[in-house]
Nanobody, 116 residues
Framework: QVQLVESGGGLVQAGGSLRLSCAAS?????????MNWYRQAPGLERELVAE???????HYLDSVKGRFAISRDIAKNTVDLQMSSLKPEDSAKYYC?????????WGEGTLVTVFT
C-alpha cells in the first residue's frame, strides 16, 4: 500500500525558508510517473506548485519560480520542496502527490504559515 507522509511545515517570517519533505512507503519513488507538491489556501482551489517527472524534469508554478526547488532523494525515498524568500501569499496547506498512470496518491498535508 502506497503512503505519502509530509513533514517540515510550520510558522516562518516573510523572507525566510522552509524545507518540506514527503516520505513515500510501499514503493520506490522512481516507479511514479510524477511526484508533485500542491497547496491549498483557505477559500481557494488546490494548485500545483512543483512537479518532478520520472526523468527528473521539473516544473514550477510561475509565482514560485526562482524561490522554490523540488528534488528527489532516491536513497531516502523522499521528495523535498525547498522554499526560500517566502511570502505571506505562500501560506497554505501543502500536499504531496504522486501519480502512476491515472492513479493519484495523496498525503495528508502539512501547514505552512508565513507572517510579516
Amino acid at each position: 500500500q502506497v503512503q505519502l507522509v509530509e513533514s517540515g511545515g510550520g510558522l516562518v517570517q516573510a523572507g525566510g525558508s522552509l524545507r518540506l519533505s514527503c516520505a513515500a512507503s510501499g514503493t520506490n519513488i522512481l516507479r511514479f510517473d510524477t511526484m508533485n507538491w500542491y497547496r491549498q489556501a483557505p477559500g481557494l482551489e488546490r494548485e500545483l506548485v512543483a512537479e518532478v517527472t520520472s526523468s527528473g524534469t521539473t516544473h514550477y508554478l510561475d509565482s514560485v519560480k526562482g524561490r522554490f526547488a523540488i528534488s528527489r532523494d532516491i536513497a531516502k525515498n523522499t521528495v523535498d520542496l525547498q522554499m526560500s524568500s517566502l511570502k505571506p501569499e505562500d501560506s497554505a496547506k501543502y500536499y504531496c502527490n504522486a501519480r502512476t498512470g491515472y492513479i493519484p496518491y495523496w498525503g495528508e498535508g502539512t501547514l505552512v504559515t508565513v507572517f510579516t
